[in-house]
């Protein structure tokens, strides 16, 4: 069965350094989205991109964030200059077309920023 | 804006005993409705969904999910509990609107198996 994958599973970065996320969706899917989970808290939805344009944003994705398909292929995350509290585990989603269906999930890259 | 409460942040259960996870939603308009189950250390898999028509939904795993507009619910139910099921359990509730369709979870339930 097809899966999303992310890279990597786990990345330690230093507070102000930059990071890139990376996700393959599964082949035949259009709409991408990253969510995070802070540890002991709830899973958060960051944005959603569809045609090479954000669709959706939330209040947590703020200048500091990015996000591009650089390939046709991969789905990234960039944060600009990482703060404490950016550590968090961040999960890719994705879908086909339709408005009704199901969004995937990859197993998460877990961000420690020290 | 939608919401999503799930009251119980642990369930302990035995093996072999059934097993309710509560879920409330807030949301303005027809909801869709979504269960995942994560285990230690994968990503969020899909359990069962419910956009319309019958209130009880089947998924995967021997789980069901039932929706009652009336209390605002959709909790997630198992008969009989194996070890396997030990994990925790995310309620979402989804807006579609556009092509942002994003999903809004619940705290989540960590379920706990005992022997």
């Known amino acids: 069965e097809p899966e999303v994958t992310q890279t990597p599973s786990h990345q330690v970065t230093q507070m102000g350094q930059e990071v890139i996320l990376r996700c393959v969706p599964i082949?035949?899917?259009?709409?991408f989205y990253w969510y995070r989970q802070i540890l002991g808290q709830k899973v958060e939805f960051l944005v959603s991109?569809?045609?090479?344009?954000?669709?959706?944003k939330s209040e947590i994705f703020d200048d500091q964030f990015s996000v591009e398909r650089p390939d046709g292929s991969n789905f990234t995350l960039k944060i600009r200059s990482t703060k404490l509290e950016d550590s968090a585990m961040y999960f890719c989603?994705?879908?086909?077309?339709?408005?009704?269906?199901?969004?995937?999930f990859g197993p998460g890259t877990r961000l420690l920023v020290l | 804006a939608q919401s999503v409460t799930q009251p119980d942040i642990h369930i302990t259960v035995s093996e072999g005993a059934s097993l309710e996870l509560r879920c409330n939603y807030s949301?303005?308009?027809?909801?869709?409705l979504f269960w995942y189950v994560q285990s230690p250390g994968q990503g969020l898999q899909l359990l069962l969904k419910?956009?319309?028509?019958?209130?009880l939904v089947q998924g995967i795993k021997g789980f069901e999910a039932e929706f009652k507009r009336s209390q605002s619910s959709f909790n997630l139910r198992k008969p009989s509990v194996h070890w396997s099921d030990a994990a925790e359990y995310f309620c979402?509730?989804?807006?579609?609107?556009?092509?942002?369709?994003?999903?809004?979870f619940g705290g989540g339930t960590r379920v706990l198996v005992k022997p």
């Open positions: 979402a509730v989804g807006a579609f609107g556009a092509a942002g369709n994003k999903l809004t």
């Open positions: 949301y303005g308009a027809t909801p869709y």
């Open positions: 989603a994705t879908r086909t077309s339709g408005t009704m269906e199901t969004q995937y």
């Open positions: 419910y956009f319309s028509g019958d209130t």
């Open positions: 991109f569809y045609n090479n344009e954000i669709s959706e």
């Open positions: 082949s035949n899917h259009l709409y």
